[in-house]
């Protein structure tokens, strides 16, 4: 089997998104709660940035987006974050680390943008919470969530996070980019006119 690359997710990609979505809903019940319109849950909310992993025949394997966070409207600013999240991988290509490469994809999204990741996963979704631990995710806490499995009971969610390793750099550039200006300058910090 060619190795599965993992490109931008296109418009004409959502109905191969769908179609394994499908597969993945009857194997594992992700999603939990069959939404009512597949392709506006993979659209929505508008997505920062979404990926597919595909197949030499352009073939959907898996899928994830991230979302960015608002910061909250009262308070200091927070540092800037997005969510994971609509990440699946099919039965049949599992086992070729997808869900690994489509988080890795995630996570060099938020590092060139200095951007820490959260999401959250059913408590229940062992194989999730292995992948997300492996991959150096921390888990920050558990809630209830503000919707209810399909036979009406609560759901327990875990939320995780992951801090941007991009920010140490973001500042060593500017850093780096100031004491370049001053060299030019001559090592002076102000001007004459």
């Known amino acids: 089997m060619i190795q599965p690359r993992i490109r931008r997710r296109r418009l004409t990609d959502l109905d191969g998104c769908v179609a394994g979505l499908a597969t993945v809903h009857q ?15 993979l659209r929505e909310p508008h997505p920062a940035r979404a990926w597919v992993a595909v197949d030499a025949d352009a073939a959907i394997l898996g899928h994830v987006a991230v979302h960015r966070v608002p910061s909250p409207a009262n308070g200091p600013p927070a540092r800037p974050t997005a969510e994971v999240a609509r990440l699946f991988v099919i039965p049949r290509a599992r086992g070729l680390a997808l869900g690994n490469a489509l988080l ?32 150096g995710w921390r888990c920050t806490g558990s809630s209830t969530a503000p919707w209810t499995a399909p036979d009406g009971s609560p759901v327990s969610l875990r939320h995780y996070t992951l801090r941007s390793d ?20 001559g090592g002076s910090s102000t001007s004459t006119s």
Not at 166 to 185: E, G, K, Q, V
Request: no cysteine; charged share 25%.
């Open 104 to 135: 890795g994809r995630a996570r060099q999204w938020a590092s060139a943008r200095g951007t820490d990741l959260v999401l959250d996963v059913t408590s229940g979704s062992a194989e999730a919470v292995a992948l997300y631990e492996r991959a």
């Open 27 to 41: 194997a594992d019940r992700y999603p939990l709660n069959w939404p009512a319109d597949p392709h506006r849950w």
């Open 166 to 185: 991009a920010a140490p750099a973001i500042a060593a550039r500017r850093r780096a980019s100031r004491a370049a200006a001053s060299r030019s300058s």
